[in-house]
């Protein structure tokens, strides 16, 4: 490919990005869905990976990026003219964060001005961008970030650490893999990994687990498409342990998408008999998609099922699960390192209409549990409302359940739960709770 080409080419992934962040900054989208949508319309795997560490720096660092328009503009873009503002965050970030090579950023993202029909912009964004260039970005706290209703949940709820989960919020966090114990193991994957150049990590607390803290595209891992290995972080890893059910038992995994948990069970035990559960069709194809990778979706022992867990006269003929898996929709304030748009789009409101639907689960799926069963409550949010203060008040209403201890792998124990905060050992923010329901009623 020519010269040419390969400029047209950046400006055409810079536009892109700009797009993106336009639709999630200005237009209220969910970053998923956008990139979801964005990336397959470009054919280049490094574009794609261009694309994303763009998109998710920009996020991550907004309050740094907001910043430097305030203090370098005297009117910074307003919603009006967001894929402005939208395309000169992606310069900043190639030539903050990531720290391309300048002239190359500069270049690209001026010309894809021009791709956005913004030709006449394309002198203040490269004015712009080569001040950023010359002077750097302004330092700002991380929490700026952060809506002002969510910071002061954090700082009642976890005072001593709301610095902390700011800053690992505000970072990239490693890939995580999760070894299928049914074809491979997390030694004889990390050799493979070595052998493609690909430094991987074992970590005592995730026995199925490998840490790469310097991530490489799913692309390039031996064994992926083979289903010898999955994404996923190491606290939603930990589910497993923590519900750790005995060889043969009838589960229920009542909110089951994107099917990682489920899959991870199934993979130490296939003796399982397992009824994956989810509101919508769309994401239950991708717990679907899931388990056929991993070779998991044949036999009778596992099936699926488009339901509302809470209505369990929709869906349960009666017979009692030995587990159930509660892993219950939450604000997702322990994964904002993955899914930055979360400070963008989640409001107080919503957390009074999660907590009443995880009660309205909990309450609804505790009669389907067996006598001498466990139910797991789980969660990727580090606010109270939905973890310990929820568990505290389901066990006040329910007087056969028992609390069950958790090891310090789990992290903190709240008293009514264990909670790991964003960042520990590498994970992500996570709750459980192991709830028992006694043989006897008396017990």
């Given at each position: 490919m020519n010269a040419g080409g390969r400029q047209d080419r950046g400006a055409g992934a810079r536009a892109v990005a700009a797009r993106v962040l336009d639709a999630v900054l200005h237009g209220g989208h969910s970053l998923k869905a956008e990139l979801a949508a964005a990336l397959p319309q470009l054919p280049d795997p490094r574009d794609r990976a261009l694309v994303e560490a763009i998109v998710f720096a920009a996020l991550r660092q907004r309050a740094r990026l907001e910043a430097a328009l305030a203090q370098w503009m005297p009117r910074p873009p307003g919603r009006r003219d967001g894929i402005l503002r939208a395309l000169l965050y992606t310069g900043f970030v190639q030539l903050e964060v990531l720290q391309l090579p300048p002239h190359a950023a500069l270049a690209?993202?001026?010309?894809?001005?021009?791709?956005?029909?913004?030709?006449?912009?394309?002198?203040?964004?490269?004015?712009?961008?080569?001040?950023?260039?010359?002077?750097?970005?302004?330092?700002?706290?991380?929490?700026?970030?952060?809506?002002?209703?969510?910071?002061?949940?954090?700082?009642?709820?976890?005072?001593?650490?709301?610095?902390?989960?700011?800053?690992?919020?505000?970072?990239?966090?490693?890939?995580?893999?999760?070894?299928?114990?049914?074809?491979?193991?997390?030694?004889?994957?990390?050799?493979?990994?070595?052998?493609?150049?690909?430094?991987?990590?074992?970590?005592?607390?995730?026995?199925?687990?490998?840490?790469?803290?310097?991530?490489?595209?799913?692309?390039?891992?031996?064994?992926?498409?083979?289903?010898?290995?999955?994404?996923?972080?190491?606290?939603?890893?930990?589910?497993?342990?923590?519900?750790?059910?005995?060889?043969?038992?009838?589960?229920?995994?009542?909110?089951?998408?994107?099917?990682?948990?489920?899959?991870?069970l199934l993979e130490r035990d296939r003796s399982l008999r397992l009824l994956a559960l989810d509101v919508d069709r769309k994401r239950l194809e991708r717990v679907r998609a899931t388990f056929a990778r991993l070779a998991l979706d044949g036999g009778d022992n596992v099936q699926l099922r488009v339901a509302d867990a809470a209505d369990t006269s929709g869906w349960w003929d009666g017979t009692p699960f030995d587990a159930i898996l509660l892993d219950a929709p939450c604000s997702a304030t322990g994964v904002v390192r993955r899914q930055p748009d979360i400070l963008l789009h989640r409001r107080a409101s919503d957390i009074d209409e999660l907590a009443a639907g995880q009660a309205r689960l909990l309450d609804a799926l505790w009669p389907a549990l067996a006598p001498g069963g466990t139910l797991l409550y789980a969660t990727c949010s580090i606010l109270r409302r939905e973890n310990d203060a929820q568990v505290a008040a389901f066990l006040a209403r329910t007087p056969d359940a028992r609390l069950q201890p958790l090891d310090a792998r789990f992290g903190e124990d709240t008293g009514h739960g264990s909670q790991r905060l964003p960042g520990q050992d590498g994970m992500d923010g996570f709750f459980y709770a192991r709830i028992g329901k006694p043989i006897h009623s008396g017990a």
């Open positions: 690209a993202t001026v010309d894809a001005a021009r791709v956005l029909g913004r030709a006449h912009q394309a002198g203040l964004v490269n004015a712009l961008l080569r001040r950023a260039q010359r002077d750097g970005l302004p330092t700002v706290d991380a929490s700026a970030s952060w809506p002002k209703w969510l910071l002061e949940m954090l700082r009642r709820d976890r005072p001593a650490h709301v610095a902390a989960i700011v800053q690992a919020s505000a970072e990239p966090g490693p890939l995580w893999l999760r070894a299928n114990r049914r074809l491979a193991t997390p030694e004889g994957m990390r050799e493979r990994l070595a052998a493609s150049r690909i430094v991987a990590t074992q970590v005592p607390a995730c026995v199925d687990g490998l840490r790469i803290d310097d991530p490489v595209p799913v692309s390039a891992l031996p064994g992926f498409a083979d289903g010898e290995l999955s994404v996923q972080d190491g606290s939603a890893q930990l589910v497993a342990d923590a519900l750790r059910p005995a060889a043969g038992m009838r589960i229920l995994d009542a909110c089951s998408a994107p099917g990682g948990k489920a899959a991870h």
